[in-house]
């Protein structure tokens, strides 16, 4: 899970910028983001 990885700084070496929506949108969902 990429739960554990949240830095910011390392996004962009992970996800592509689509992809690190769907994540905070999923996140938003489950409550871990406001």
């Given at each position: 899970?990429?739960?554990?990885?949240?830095?910011?700084?390392?996004?962009?070496?992970?996800?592509?910028?689509?992809?690190e929506e769907k994540v905070?949108?999923?996140?938003?969902?489950?409550?871990?983001?406001?």
């Open positions: 899970e990429v739960i554990a990885n949240m830095d910011e700084d390392d996004d962009d070496e992970v996800f592509s910028k689509e992809d905070k949108e999923r996140l938003r969902a489950l409550g871990y983001l406001d």
